[in-house]
């Protein structure tokens, strides 16, 4: 069965650090752009992060720059996004994606993507 799996989510603390992972089964992840989003209650799915394939080239939104690093993991075929200095204001479902079909100005847009994993939720609060 082909799917993406996020795991990692739960519970922490303003200023707290959660890793996320996204592992793909009946496909090699690693051969894929891979893309973190996220959509908090209430609001619209946004893009935070993406890693190219190829170059490993990285991208950010402005609101995760400097905080998140993206990572691939192509012994153990996993995306990683390492969550630091966490806000309550990251609080949403995180969502991993591949099967990039779009330009790069698309790289952190939904409609970029064409699957998509099941999502797994953070939770920032005291």
């Known amino acids: 069965q082909v799917q993406l799996v996020e795991s990692g989510g739960g519970l922490v603390q303003p200023g707290g650090s959660l890793r996320l992972s996204c592992a793909a089964s009946g496909f090699t992840l690693n051969t894929y752009t891979v893309a973190w989003f996220r959509q908090a209650p209430g609001k619209e799915r946004e893009g935070v992060s993406c890693i190219l394939i190829g170059d490993s080239a990285t991208y950010y939104s402005d609101a995760v720059k400097g905080r998140f690093t993206i990572s691939r993991d192509n012994a153990n075929d996993t995306v990683y996004l390492q969550m630091n200095n966490l806000k309550p204001e990251d609080t949403a479902d995180y969502y991993c994606?591949?099967?990039?079909?779009?330009?790069?100005?698309?790289?952190?847009?939904?409609?970029?993507?064409?699957?998509w994993g099941q999502g797994t939720q953070v939770t920032v609060s005291s």
């Open positions: 994606a591949t099967d990039f079909r779009g330009t790069q100005l698309q790289l952190l847009e939904p409609s970029g993507y064409k699957f």
